[in-house]
């Protein structure tokens, strides 16, 4: 069992009568929702301490400034996959509002892609939003993307297209609005995923790398025919309205990092395995409008 504290939007509607009408809608319905909120500027802490803002208009104002605050160019936790410790390790990556941007007949930045039901078994059903795997390393801060000889070099990442060895990022495709990222060799992954069951995993197979770190890119993206792919930006929040202050690049997203351990080595008379679960939030950074985002290496 997993425990998560839920993300608290501070200010995200004036409710307080006499200022405001109460948020409340009746039983059975998808209302209050992240857009209906009257507060249309978002607020966050930079890297300096300073406090970054974006107001934003039109139809999709409140959502934008909810997005505002879930904007990360970049994400950042652990993995763990050693055999003898029996670990396993998922990655829950969540964007909160991308139905918003998703479900119309065009897509709204900083989204590219819009949702898709349909019954062929070889195209993903969802909204399938491409990223990038950018850094794999082990404890030692040893760079998987190192390794540049062989047939396959990981980190390999199923499903997605293959990548030769050498290339300094893996693209990849996050399909759902919480989708749920599987470490560990593909070979031994079944149709769910190892903690949460999840039938719908992307997994990342680091090979020899049994522990370390990763980041995944959120403003990058690859696209074109096969043979002839191309990197490109995300355009910003707010690109298809308008905004005043600094808005930001890559995607609203969060989430953690679940492991799970497991004791096999019982004593005399034993016959209980233990079991050992542990929740670490994701880490990511921030690009603003205005300012140099962080180096692509």
């Known amino acids: 069992m997993y425990s998560y504290n839920a993300r608290a939007l501070n200010g995200y509607a004036d409710s307080r009568a006499p200022f405001g009408d109460p948020l409340h ?7 209050p929702g992240l857009n209906d909120g009257d507060q249309f500027t978002g607020f966050v802490f930079a890297d300096n ?78 909204a399938c939003e491409p990223v990038l795997l950018d850094k794999v390393w082990d404890r030692e801060e040893n760079d998987i993307f190192q390794q540049t000889s062989g047939d396959e070099c990981p980190p390999i990442v199923s499903p ?34 190892d903690i949460f069951g999840s039938a719908g995993f992307v997994n990342v197979d680091t090979g020899d790398f049994t522990d370390g770190w990763a980041r995944i890119d959120m403003m990058r993206y690859q696209s074109g025919n096969v043979g002839a792919e191309q990197i490109y930006f995300r355009d910003p929040l707010g690109y298809d309205s308008d905004w005043t202050g600094d808005t930001q ?3 609203p997203v969060t989430g953690f990092w679940a492991m799970e351990v497991e004791n096999n080595f019982l004593g005399d008379g034993g016959d209980v395995v233990a079991n050992y679960g542990g929740l670490f939030d994701h880490r990511a950074t921030r690009c603003f409008s205005g300012e140099g985002c962080r180096s692509v290496d």
């Open 49 to 126: 301490g300073s406090v970054e803002s974006a107001a934003y208009f039109g139809s999709m104002a409140g959502v934008n400034a909810v997005s505002y605050v879930f904007m990360h160019d970049a994400i950042m936790n652990e993995y763990n996959v050693d055999g003898d410790l029996g670990a396993s390790s998922e990655w829950v990556i969540t964007f909160p509002t991308k139905r918003f941007y998703v479900n119309g007949g065009s897509p709204v930045a900083p989204f590219i892609s819009v949702w898709s039901d349909n019954n062929d078994d070889d195209v993903k059903d969802g």
């Open 249 to 251: 690049w890559g995607l």
């Open 25 to 31: 809608s009746f039983p059975g319905t998808t209302s």
């Open 160 to 193: 997605g297209p293959p990548v030769q060895c050498g290339e300094p990022f893996v693209p990849f495709r996050l399909c759902l609005e919480t989708n749920v990222v599987r470490f560990g060799d593909a070979d031994t992954a079944g149709g769910a995923s």
